[in-house]
């Protein structure tokens, strides 16, 4: 059973900065693309970030240069840190794990976790 368990969510200060981990169960992550997206309530679903197996990042406009995410393939783990937040950044975050073969891909996601900015 594919198990991703987020983790580090909490309330903090604009400006303050929060560490979000993603522990992954069930498969190895190291052939696949890691993620952090988000939704805030009545919004979609959105990319925060995600990192390739060769490491490349993608950021989302709105968090580039605050934000890093890094991955351990050996404890199995992806991170996020994020930095200088601001009250929009509130929202669910949530960890993703996706493999792509030939038209097909797969996709595992965590349950959340929650992380509320306030000004």
């Known amino acids: 059973q594919v198990q991703l368990v987020e983790s580090g969510g909490g309330l903090v200060q604009a400006g303050g900065s929060l560490r979000l981990s993603c522990v992954v169960s069930?498969?190895?992550?190291?052939?696949?693309?890691m993620a952090w997206y988000r939704q805030a309530p009545g919004k979609q679903r959105e990319l925060v970030a995600d990192i390739t197996t060769d490491r490349d990042t993608t950021y989302a406009r709105s968090v580039q240069g605050r934000c890093t995410i890094s991955r351990d393939n050996i404890e199995n783990t992806v991170y996020l840190e994020m930095g200088n937040l601001r009250p929009e950044d509130t929202a669910e975050y949530y960890c993703n794990a996706q493999i792509k073969f030939l038209t097909r891909s797969w996709d595992y996601w965590g349950r959340g976790t929650q992380v509320t900015v306030s000004s």
């Open positions: 069930g498969i190895r992550i190291t052939p696949y693309t």
